[in-house]
């Protein structure tokens, strides 16, 4: 067996600390997120010059309740877009009940008058609601395609386990769709709605 010293970081992360956090309770879901960075870093100036400094990273950073970003956001008057899965294919009735009360809180804070599970995709114009998982939705969009462009982007990433949900590894794969014209209309139609927010067409 390999030693812990002989692994990465990133090892570390992902075949001890991140299997203890699932286990103690948060969601992989709504309350982890990794490799995130939470400083845009410290501005120095000397004279007319100005440079910023590094950005501080978290291997993990952790929410107690997801709705907790929004709610401070929409009491500040800022505008957000929210992105979240109802989880309405989750079917255990512990798990439905928490997805039930999460999906509640968002759709309180969006004053949104929808269904807590949506039967399809829910878009307005400062949100988007997926009925089950954004993963599965752009995974059907490429049919046939996404197994091998997976595989292909798998490559690069050694003996790593549990790479649907990672960052560079999604990123990778769509990479490598887009040199093929290979376009998924849920993140098109996705990324328009985002954009036509940010321009205050809404």
């Not at 997805?99 to 809180?105: F, G, I, K, V």
Request: aromatic share 8%.
């Amino acid at each position: 067996m390999t030693s812990k010293k002989d692994l990465s970081e990133r090892d570390i992360c992902t075949k001890y600390i991140l299997p203890d956090l699932v286990k103690a309770g948060w969601d992989m879901q709504t309350q982890i997120r990794e490799e995130v960075f939470f400083t845009e870093g410290r501005i120095y100036v000397r004279g007319d010059r100005t440079t910023r400094g590094k950005r501080k990273r978290a291997d993990f950073i952790l929410y107690y309740k997801a709705e907790i970003p929004l709610a401070i956001a929409r009491e500040l008057g800022l505008p957000v877009f929210i992105i979240f899965d109802a989880d309405g294919n989750i079917t255990r009735p512990d798990q439905r009940v928490k997805h039930e009360r999460d999906n509640r809180a968002l759709l309180t804070l969006l004053n949104a008058n929808i269904d807590l599970f949506p039967a399809t995709i829910t878009m307005g114009t400062d949100h988007v609601i997926w009925p089950t998982n954004i993963g599965d939705i752009v995974k059907n969009d490429f049919g046939g395609n996404y197994e091998r462009l997976k595989e292909t982007a798998r490559l690069h990433y050694a003996q790593e386990g549990d790479l649907e949900k990672n960052d560079m590894f999604i990123a990778e794969w769509l990479t490598a769709a887009s040199n093929e014209n290979l376009r998924s209309p849920t993140l098109q139609t996705l990324c328009e709605t985002i954009l036509d927010f940010a321009r205050g067409e809404h």
